[in-house]
């Protein structure tokens, strides 16, 4: 004869399963609705502008840029500011000019 199982063992069998990972995720982000990117005024775009004049290659930044659908913070070492391809290079990560809505540096 088979021993009784116990109720939590039983409860066990009849939870939710995830049979594909990563899907509930992906659904949520669906949902999500993307944030409108901020165009600059003047007066801000010349602030930006002399922000990036004074960084040095190699010092510690913090920069706000759009991304995907949104904004995010990327910390780390200015690589590279490239005026031809209008863009700068934090750690790995290359930023377009045109996304950047902040930057800081030394922190």
Not at 24 to 29: D, H, P, V
Not at 73 to 82: A, F, M, N, V
């Amino acid at each position: 004869m088979r021993k009784a199982m116990e109720r939590s063992e039983r409860a066990k069998q009849f939870m939710p399963f995830a049979a594909l990972e990563g899907l509930e995720s992906s659904l949520y982000k669906r949902t999500q609705h993307p944030q409108e990117r901020i165009i600059l005024a003047e007066d801000a775009q010349t602030e930006l502008d002399m922000r990036l004049r004074s960084l040095a290659i190699g010092e510690r930044v913090l920069a706000t840029h759009y991304m995907g659908m949104g904004y995010v913070e990327t910390e780390g070492i200015l690589r590279r500011i490239d005026p031809i391809d209008r863009s700068i290079t934090v750690d790995e990560l290359v930023i377009k000019l045109s996304a950047l809505l902040d930057i800081r540096g030394e922190l």
